[in-house]
């Protein structure tokens, strides 16, 4: 038997991916940039047994549903190949924040996965070659191995579609406060969204003009530009509702808390305060600000009705390996609640 353990953050992403050239392979229509998230985290532990005869997924103390231990079971399929064995795993993992509402828990899950995986087969991946493969189990986790503030690069094939480092979380206090207004499982999932994207006649136009986005907000990060990236980040965010809402079936996320945020942080820039907002697959609101600006906004944010809660992040580190034998239940020592 061989286990091993490791954490990852999830990532919030400033230019967005939505919808694949190649499903299978999470080959993204476009690259996009994000952030770590530090403070929220998903731990994960993988044992390889020989006496098991499938592989086994528990999250957050519970057996998994057959469609998620599935994705698990279609992921490690692959890195058995890679690793030339045929063990299965006991997978248990444990995040401590809302899972399956757009916070990105597959990210976090898929990363922190790659690397016990790897760990526990005795494969000794780069980092690029370990981003790639997080890739494969969600798109969003290749960009939770490397540190800080991350670009995908979307690469032509497998081998050149990896995420990088492009600042260290040192490099801008930054602040997420995340506007929860649902803690519900969303009803349409990523990967679902992903391959309706094309139907949208908007998604064309997404895409094109994506290097040209990207090219900002790396330039916005690398000079600390905070207006430059408020204003293409929430550009961004609404090109890819707008390409949600027009794919076939339509898909609408936001609830109408969601757009009581949105009015609020527009409102609040007009006044001056350094807010941008952004939003994932689900009707939270990720609201951007320069850390010396974090707690009177989020203040302002518990106050706006619809909003259960209010959680903090700022730049977080890489995902990382942790004691071979760290075991999965000390997870809340490491990970507390955010409750
Ligand atoms: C809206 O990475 O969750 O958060 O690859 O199918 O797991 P799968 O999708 P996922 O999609 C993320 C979509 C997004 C935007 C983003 O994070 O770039």
Known sequence: MTTASAQANPNIAFIKYWGNRDDALR???????????DGLCTITGVTFDPDLSADHLIINGIAASEPARRRVQDFLDHLRQMAGTILYARVDSRSNFPIGVGIAS????????SL???????????????????????????????????????????????????????????IDSIAVVNRGHKGTTSSEGHRTAWSSPL??????????????????????DF????????????????????????????LPATLAVIQAVRRWREEGLPVGYTIDAGPNVHVITPAEYADPVAERIRGIQGVVQVICAG?????????????????????????
């Open 27 to 37: 080959l993204p229509a476009n690259g996009s940039i994000s952030m770590n998230l």
């Open 106 to 113: 597959s990210a976090s899950a898929f990363a922190a996965l």
């Open 116 to 174: 016990a995986a790897c760990a526990a087969i005795g494969l000794d991946l780069s980092p690029a070659e370990l981003s790639r493969l997080a890739r494969r189990g969600s798109g969003s986790a290749c960009r939770s191995i490397p540190s800080g503030f991350v670009e995908w690069l979307a690469g032509a094939e497998d081998v050149d579609s990896y995420a990088v480092s492009i600042a260290p979380p040192e490099h801008w206090n930054l």
């Open 203 to 224: 998604q064309e136009a997404r895409v094109a003009g994506a290097s040209r986005r990207l090219q900002s907000c790396r330039r916005a990060i690398q000079e600390r």
């Open 227 to 254: 207006a430059s990236l408020a204003d293409i980040m929430e550009l961004d965010s609404n090109l890819m509702h707008a390409v949600m809402t027009t794919s076939t079936p339509g898909l609408i996320y936001y």
């Open 315 to 339: 730049p977080g580190s890489p995902a990382r390996l942790l004691r071979g034998d760290y075991p999965v239940s000390n997870a809340p020592e490491r990970c507390p609640s955010l409750e």
